[in-house]
Structure formats: C-alpha cells, structure tokens
C-alpha cells in the first residue's frame, strides 16, 4: 500500500501543493486506505512537535524578521560595503559576505534569499551589474547562511537524532566559511572578467565608525554561539535572549522598530512558525508510516546491498539528497530523509555528526541546482528574469559549492575538528 502514499505525495508536489498539504493528503489517503484509525493523526503530529528543542525555531525566526525591521540587516551590509566595495565587483561581495554574517538567522535558505535579495538586487541593477549575476550570487550567498551557525536546519538535525546542537553548529563553522570564501573568489574573478563596477575606498575613519554602527549587530551572533556553546544557556533560551536583543537594539540603538512594526514582526513570525510546525506535525505521520512499511530498512538493505564501502555509500547519498534538494525545501526534505539516511551512515561507520553536515550541505546547494531550485525561482522572481538566465549566470557558483562538498565528505576533520576542540 505504500505506493498510495508516494503516488498522492508526487501528484501533490506536481500540483504546487506547499510541502506539509502534500504530506498531510498523501497521509490521509494512506490511512483511509489501508483503514487506521485517524486518531493516530493528532497523535503523530503532536509527538513529532514536542519536542523542547524545537522552541528555539519560532524564537530564531522572529529574531531575524526583528533584525531585518529593525535595521540591524541594513546595518551589516553597509559595514560590508565599507569593507569590500572597494574591490572589483564589491556589491556582489557585500551581498556574500552580508549573507555569511547574517548566517541564516532568518530562517532558511529561502527566507535569506528572499531578505537580502529584496535588498541587494534592485542595488546591484542600478550599479550596473547584470541582473542574472546579481540572482545567481544572491542565491548562491543564502545557501552560506543555514550551514554557518546559528543554524535552523542543523536545530532539525538535532531534534531528529539527538545529536547536540552546540556541537553541530560548531561542526558547520569550517564548511559554512569554506563555503563563503568560495563564492567570494569566484565572485571576484567573474567581476574582473567582466569588469563590473568598483568604488572608492573608504578611509579607514568610515570603516571604523561603519564597524562601531554594526558592532550591535554583529555581537548577538557571538552572544548565541558563546552561550551555546559555553553551556550559559540552551538553544531554546538563546532564541528567546536574541529576540530580545534584536527588539532592544532595533528600538533604542537603531531606533527603526516601534508598535506598528513589532505588529508586522510578529504576524510573519507566528506564520512562518506555523506553517514550519506543521510540516514537522505531517513529516512525523509520513515517518511514521514508512517505519511501518519498514522503507528505512529496505532502503537501508538495498544501499548496503549494493556496497559497504564507506565513500561509495556517501557519494549515493550526496546525489540522492541534491536532487531531493534541488525539488523540495531543505527542512521538509530533512524531516522525511534525515533519519533513514542517517542509519545507513552510521552502518558504514560515518560519524554522525559529520554527516548532519553533509545532509544539510547537499540540500541547501540542491536550492540552488537547475532546472527547478526553489532559491534560484524567488531570485529570479525579484530580478524578473527567466529562470534559465539565472541558472546560466549561477553555474559557477554551484560548482565551487560542489567541490566543497566534496572536500566536507572526503574530509571529516573539516567538520569535526571544531567539536572536538571546544566540545570534547
């Protein structure tokens, strides 16, 4: 009967269906068909949300809406600009590094793009860079935030394994960076190839007083990682600490939030929040389902079948999660495939750790894999361009997220030398 679930799930995802509907139809059909009480909806997705964890998801959410209303974003890409604008094709750096010291507080790859892109494309334009390039870098630059801490998608990874989050957001640190400064370098040289724009160097007084303007915005990521990883505090109140933060800074620092924009705060972070656990609640029924059918077994079986040797079976699973990547979210992708991949991994004796990594790796670079990567569509969407001209221009940009890719599988020390420097 397992086919009933796969069949209503794939013609959902044809239809444009959002993720959670998608799982929760194919759910429904599955349970109708095969005559389970529809109690064990509820109960499933209950079970799939309580999880203490998983608090920290809303508090994060908000606290990257708050920066963003707030002027702490705006602030971080000035400070950028004072920094790299100088260079050939400056904009495009600022809009990478703006990503990395944004890292993803906002949420998900999608999310960034989405924020930053609003920001930088229409900026980018107007100085004269090709409206493709400046969609390909933006997309390119969301998939740094989610793997550089603080980290929603390696939050899920937590909560799905029982691994510690301090510990994954360290063991992302290395990639995220590596990751950055590869999209910086290939940046860089396509901007001098076709001698996009420059400016003046700013003197070192302006990038002082730019640094001193940012310095509020740049210490609430340190104060989340310092407390998480120094044991001060969980990730859960460290959500809550930052949603704090941003509200304080943006109003008395900045002084860009009052009560109308903590209203347009609020509202967006309460529907993100829901939309994200409800697709936890449906992802937890559709896991449990095909732990009945014993799927994560026979794909297990089928895998380990095939072969036992360590780097073949990752090079299996990185081609499987960037194509799942490439045609669902990274969350809703992690919440159904996570799991099952995570036992064949550790039956080749990957550390797990170190796969979370790699999982998260694959899926955020599958957003932006053509034909159909969700970031490159929202890029292309606020540039108005064709998806296939975006796709064109970001082609050297998935490739060097590629090769890191290939670094971070071939060598566990990139991800685990972290964790067990400060966490062992």
């Known amino acids: 009967m397992i086919w009933i679930l796969v069949l209503v799930f794939v013609v959902c995802l044809v239809l444009r269906f959002p993720i959670a509907f998608a799982l929760g139809l194919a759910c429904l059909c599955y349970l109708l068909v095969k005559g389970i009480p529809l109690i064990v909806v509820p109960m499933k997705m209950y079970s799939g949300i309580d999880v203490f964890v998983l608090l920290s998801v809303p508090g994060f959410i908000m606290a990257g809406n708050l920066m963003n209303h707030g002027g702490l974003t705006e602030k971080i890409i000035t400070f950028c600009n004072h920094l790299l604008g100088h260079i ?31 920001i930088m494309i229409p900026a980018m334009k107007k100085d004269g860079y090709d409206t493709g ?30 691994l510690s989050v301090g510990k994954l957001f360290l063991a992302g640190a290395l990639p995220g960076l590596l990751l950055g400064l590869g999209l910086l370098f290939t940046a860089y040289f396509i901007s001098k190839r076709k001698n996009y724009p420059k400016h003046e160097r700013s003197s070192l007084g302006q990038v002082m007083r730019s640094f001193v ?47 109308k924009n903590v209203q347009v705060v609020i509202l967006d972070s309460m529907k993100t929040s829901a939309s994200l656990m409800v697709l936890v609640g449906f992802a937890n029924l559709f896991g449990f389902i095909l732990i009945t059918e014993q799927i994560p077994q026979t794909i297990s079986n089928e895998i380990l079948g095939f072969t036992t040797n360590k780097y073949v079976v990752l090079l299996l699973i990185n081609l499987l999660l960037i194509v799942v990547g490439t045609f669902m979210e990274t969350i809703a992708a992690l919440l159904i495939l996570f799991p099952i991949l995570l036992k064949v991994a550790l039956a080749v004796d990957v550390d797990p750790i170190h796969f979370a990594i790699i999982a998260v790796l694959n899926l955020i670079i599958g957003l932006t894999t053509p034909p159909v990567g969700v970031c490159l569509f929202v890029a292309s969407s606020i540039g108005k361009i064709s998806i296939g001209e ?19 599988t071939l060598f566990p020390a990139v991800s685990l030398f972290l964790p067990g420097l400060f966490m062992d």
């Open 390 to 408: 975006v796709s064109k221009a970001g082609f050297p940009f998935l490739l060097v997220s590629l090769v890191v890719l290939v670094l971070v």
């Open 213 to 259: 303007a940012t310095f509020w915005s740049l210490l609430m990521t340190f104060i989340i990682l310092y407390g998480i990883i120094g044991g001060i505090f969980t990730p859960t109140e460290a959500s809550i600490i930052a949603v704090a933060y941003a509200l304080i800074i943006g109003r008395f620092v900045y002084k860009r939030l009052d009560f």
């Open 88 to 118: 050939r094709g400056g904009l495009s750096l600022v809009n990478i590094g703006a990503s990395m010291l944004f890292a993803g507080i906002s949420g998900t790859a999608i999310s960034d793009t989405a924020s930053m892109g609003s």
């Open 133 to 162: 390039f400046s969609c390909a870098v933006t997309a390119a630059s969301s998939t740094v935030g989610p793997i550089i801490p603080p980290s929603v998608p390696l939050i899920i990874a937590a909560t799905l394994s029982g």
